[in-house]
């Protein structure tokens, strides 16, 4: 595919074969057919399904993929191309207008490049694309526009904790228990460097300032940079949120003392019983596989949003379930059908980058598709997600025997 575009052959199949959320096919540039092609416009900057490649509006042809006979003149292209700069189309979004010819069809071609600045709008509103439809964007739509945006920026853990200074980090732990696990043990007898730039060259400051995500992994008070990055963690004496609780805590400090926390809990609290089967062998028989919960705890921890929220994350544990859930909806492209199959896209680049250093992450995309598996193996039946704007909360429920 070239840079900007498709090649003639990629046009020529896409004009053949049904819309879909990359392609549209208009007929003709009327008055009525305007607004809907600025509608498209918008739709293919957002990219909301997250292909990364550019949408194409086909101006000449049928709806069944047949040339409309239509004069592509100049006065058309350049209708076309102003659309760039209609005032309700905000920010302008990057698009190339070109006649082509394809299977002998003279065809005015409008691609539009996904925005790296999104959410697009057209007349104040967010319009995407699902399939072959264009329609205005829901609130989850724009907050995943608006999270891509972010994403293709610098991200919240990655961006300086303003007030902070090298002073606020633990500087000891750091180097005794950070720098070994993320940077060889050749390179640091090599390393000649002064501390602040080997920190910086770890993305652990910004300049003269620790980031956030340092502040949360080495803070010496992480809570007070970070007020909601705690786990509240609480086991019920039943299977309601008003039975009362058998043991309730509040898991604060860096990030590492919260994981170990988790873990040591899980831990505690998942219930094996014990059979003796034939040949008087003993078998194990727990209600919950402590990897999995662990991996969705991690993943929560890892994932969930930091910012626009006073939120912890929550491990829930009731009698015949355990509900984790976590601040801030899906991020970037992942979409409910593609959570169970390990897709990522990291709104905590840095944190990933800590706890897979500190080993809570095994490998990037690991962590759900292990859960089930383990899950699987221990009859539990499968990891339930309710996806919603601002959480995500997977309920796990007791093995079936």
Known sequence: MPPNGYSDDDLAAMMASPESDLVERKRSLSNSSATKILRSI????????????????????????????????????????????????????????????????????????????????????????????????????????????????????????????????DIDHIRRRYLPCAVSAEVLAENQRPLEDQLRSLRLMSGDTPTNGAMLAFGREAQHWLPESWVQFVRFDGDDVTDPPRNSQALTGRIEDILGDLSRLVRLNVSTRLDIASGDREQRFPDYPVEALLQLAYNAVMHRSYEGTHSPSRLYWYSERVEIESPGGLFGAVTPETLLKGATAYRNQLIAEIMANLGFAQRFGYGIPSAVRALRSNDNPEPEFQVEDSRIRVIVRAARR
Request: one cysteine or more; charged letters at 30%.
């Open 42 to 169: 918008c739709a293919f900057a957002n990219d909301l399904s997250g292909h990364g490649k550019p949408g194409v509006i086909l101006v000449g042809v049928e709806d069944d993929g047949s040339c409309a006979g239509t004069t592509i003149d100049d006065a058309l292209l350049k209708r076309l191309a102003d659309m760039r700069d209609h005032g309700e189309l905000l920010p302008r979004p990057s698009m190339d207008v070109q006649r082509r010819t394809l299977d002998g069809c003279e065809v005015a071609v409008v691609t539009v490049q996904p925005s790296n600045h999104p959410p697009v709008r057209y007349e104040g509103r967010v319009w995407v694309r699902i399939g072959p439809t264009v329609r205005s964007a829901t609130a989850s739509d724009e907050q995943r526009l608006a999270e891509r945006r972010r994403n293709l920026d610098a991200p919240f853990d990655l961006r300086p904790a303003h007030g902070a200074s090298i002073d606020d980090l």
